[in-house]
């Protein structure tokens, strides 16, 4: 298990942009074949062991970019190119692992679940998304770029459902102070200077 978590962490620099697009595209496609395999493995050995309850903080975050990454390429051009419903299946897989994850009520385990969830049905609605390659706009702390680029666009599309209920932005206030302080990433920053993947440790996830 630790070769494929050490490989998802290598692979999800294919999602950055610069690589030569055939290059690219295959680092892209072997990113989503270790984070099935990294799923499936935690599958396997849950129901061999439990594990999962006693997991190290680490496996939490691996599991989300797992899922992360299935969404992100199930969800574009390249969705084609993978067999749509074991990706969909292991992505499902990871946000009940993720509950399994979760010790009491809105911790980060169960946060991220949601998240993801949310996440899904986003895209799900977004054909310009979906006819496009995998993407990433938010380039900040490495490897963890991926995680932090999904949090500003479930960020963004709460921001606007709360505007749609209420029509004013005081509503999300404190979603974006939130988010802000925690990531410490200034709202208006679209390029975020590179800095330790090991800072990241100490994001928390939002909920609604």
């Not at 404190?174 to 802000?180: A, G, K, R, V």
Request: hydrophobic share 35%.
């Amino acid at each position: 298990m630790q070769i494929y978590c050490i490989q998802l962490q290598l692979r999800v620099f294919y999602f950055f942009e610069g690589i030569h697009p055939q290059k690219r595209k295959e680092g892209l496609l072997k990113c989503y074949e270790t984070a099935s395999t990294l799923i499936e493995t935690i599958l396997l050995a849950e129901a061999d062991q439990n594990s999962v309850v006693y997991a190290p903080y680490q496996m939490y975050r691996l599991v989300l970019v797992a899922g992360i990454v299935l969404m992100r390429v199930l969800n574009s051009s390249y969705s084609n190119l993978v067999d749509f419903q074991v990706g969909r299946r292991n992505f499902n897989t990871s946000i009940r692992i993720l509950r399994q994850c979760s010790l009491q009520d809105n911790d980060n385990p169960g946060r991220g679940s949601k998240i993801l969830s949310q996440l899904w049905i986003h895209y799900q609605n977004s054909p310009t998304i979906r006819e496009n390659q995998p993407n990433m706009q938010i380039r900040t702390r490495l490897g963890a770029s991926i995680l932090h680029d999904s949090l500003w666009i479930w960020r963004r599309e709460c921001d606007e459902q709360k505007k749609s209920r209420r029509g004013t932005r005081q509503n999300c206030k404190l979603l974006n102070c939130w988010l802000t302080s925690y990531i410490n990433i200034p709202p208006s920053s679209a390029e975020i200077a590179p800095t330790r993947l090991d800072d990241f440790a100490h994001v928390k996830l939002i909920a609604e």
